[in-house]
């Protein structure tokens, strides 16, 4: 148990669907963080919330859409997907103090939603 | 271009061995950079944290070292376990001012075998 459960831990989705990876966080964190794992690839930073405030996109595709409810929850909703979409998605959080540059902060990550489009 | 490249990309060592994995790294200015351990089918746990002013950190069998000079980290394992089986990532930040990005290594994954 890391302190920041994934759910689902694998998916299948058609190209046509709509669905949702959930992240929560037992840590008290502020800051929450979406990264992508492909085979072979580097970890690519996705999406940063910091006080449930969106402070990062990195050109993700507009079929991901992030959703920060409060900063112990983090959603990320998927439709109309590819099948290059497939991969792992890590979702992560650390605390963020002032003064203190966000991504320089020690993240925690979950377990990871192994995501399959076909 | 900011870039961090891991090497080997794949290591075989036997139990009880020591091995080390080497980071190189472009990314200037620098803030600081972490080893992480992943195993397979789960999350990244980070390992070691370094800033530009340390050039060696340990956790347990764990070491690292920095060299911000040549710009070259390295992890050193010390009496492999069957545990230590997992993929090993060098993650490099950016500071603040110079727009905090972090850039990601490929990964060097490590087999241990009895």
């Known amino acids: 148990e890391t302190g920041v459960t994934q759910t689902p831990r694998h998916l299948v989705m058609g190209m046509t669907n709509k669905k949702s990876l959930k992240c929560e966080q037992h840590?008290?964190?502020?800051?929450m963080y979406w990264y992508k794992q492909s085979a072979k690839k580097p970890l690519e930073l996705m999406f940063v919330?910091?006080?449930?405030?969106?402070?990062e996109n990195n050109s993700v595709p507009s079929r991901f859409s992030p959703e920060c409810p409060n900063s112990s929850h983090l959603f990320l909703h998927l439709h109309t997907l590819q099948p290059e979409d497939s991969a792992l998605y890590l979702c992560?959080?650390?605390?963020?103090?002032?003064?203190?540059?966000?991504?320089?902060?020690?993240?925690?990550f979950g377990q990871g939603t192994r995501l399959t489009v076909v | 271009k900011n870039q961090v490249e891991q090497s080997p990309q794949s290591l075989i060592i036997l139990e009880g061995k020591n091995c080390t994995l080497q980071?190189?790294?472009?990314?200037?200015?620098?803030?600081?950079l972490r080893w992480y351990k992943q195993d397979t089918g789960r999350g990244p746990v980070s390992l070691t944290i370094?800033?530009?002013?340390?050039n060696t950190k340990s956790n347990g069998r764990y070491t690292a070292t920095l060299d911000a000079d040549t710009k070259q980290s390295s992890l050193h394992i010390t009496a492999s376990q069957l545990s230590d089986s997992a993929s090993y990532i060098c993650?490099?930040?950016?500071?603040?001012?110079?727009?905090?990005?972090?850039?990601f290594g490929g990964g060097t994954r490590v087999l241990v075998k009895p």
């Open positions: 992560a959080s650390s605390q963020a103090n002032r003064g203190t540059a966000i991504l320089n902060t020690e993240a925690f």
């Open positions: 980071c190189n790294y472009t990314v200037s200015p620098f803030s600081n």
């Open positions: 993650v490099v930040s950016a500071p603040k001012a110079a727009g905090n990005k972090l850039t």
């Open positions: 919330y910091n006080f449930k405030e969106q402070t």
């Open positions: 840590l008290g964190h502020n800051a």
């Open positions: 370094m800033t530009f002013s340390e």
